[in-house]
C-alpha cells in the first residue's frame, strides 16, 4: 500500500472536533478529540479514540466519567487551547470558564452543547490510541450552531 495515499483517504473521513474534560480528585484533563462517533441508540452509546498518554485519559479512567463539548464553527481558538497540556486556575481550564456538571466532570461554560458519559469500557489492543465507549447521562444543548469540523480548519488529524 502506498503510505500517501492511504494517509490522504484516510484523511477524507469526516471528523467532528470537540473538547472531552474528565476530572478526577484534584487532577484535571481537557483535550481535543476529533475520533468520536455516536455507537447505539438504547443505550444512548458513544465511542471516542483517546491517547493513552493524554491527561483527560488518565482521569476517565479513574473517575469514569468525562464531557465531551460540541464547538460551533466558529471557536478554532478554543480548540487550540486545548491541543496543549491542561492548566486549570481562578475556575477556568486552558482560559475557558467551567463548573462542575452532574457527573462531576467540568462542564466548558462558553461552548454551545455537550454531553455527559460515563465510561462503559475501554478497547485497548495496541493502538496508539484507545478506544472509550461512554453512556450519556446527561445531555445539554445551549444553542443549535452548526458544529467545527476539521475539514473547517488548517489543521490535519489522521492518514
Known amino acids: ?18 473538547i472531552m474534560t474528565s476530572r478526577s480528585g484534584d487532577n484535571y484533563g481537557g483535550a481535543t478529540i ?32 468525562a464531557a465531551i463539548h460540541i464547538l460551533g464553527a466558529g471557536q478554532q481558538e478554543v480548540a ?4 496543549k497540556p491542561t492548566e486549570v486556575a481562578a475556575g477556568a481550564m486552558n482560559g475557558e470558564p467551567f463548573k462542575e456538571g452532574k457527573t462531576l466532570a467540568p462542564i466548558l461554560e462558553n461552548l454551545p452543547a455537550y ?22 447521562v ?15 480548519t488548517p489543521w490535519e488529524y489522521g492518514g
Open 1 to 18: 500500500m502506498d503510505s500517501k495515499i492511504k494517509q490522504t483517504t484516510l484523511r477524507m473521513i469526516s471528523n467532528g472536533m470537540y
Open 34 to 65: 476529533t475520533w468520536l462517533s455516536q455507537a447505539s441508540f438504547k443505550p444512548p452509546l458513544i465511542m471516542a479514540a483517546l491517547r493513552r498518554d493524554s491527561n483527560v485519559f488518565q482521569c476517565l479512567s479513574e473517575s469514569r466519567f
Open 138 to 152: 446527561e445531555a445539554e444543548c445551549r444553542d443549535h450552531v452548526k458544529p467545527l469540523t476539521i475539514a473547517d
Open 115 to 136: 454531553v455527559e458519559c460515563q465510561l462503559q469500557h475501554i478497547i485497548d489492543d495496541g493502538g496508539d490510541h484507545a478506544l472509550a465507549v461512554m453512556e450519556v
Open 80 to 83: 487550540r487551547r486545548f491541543f
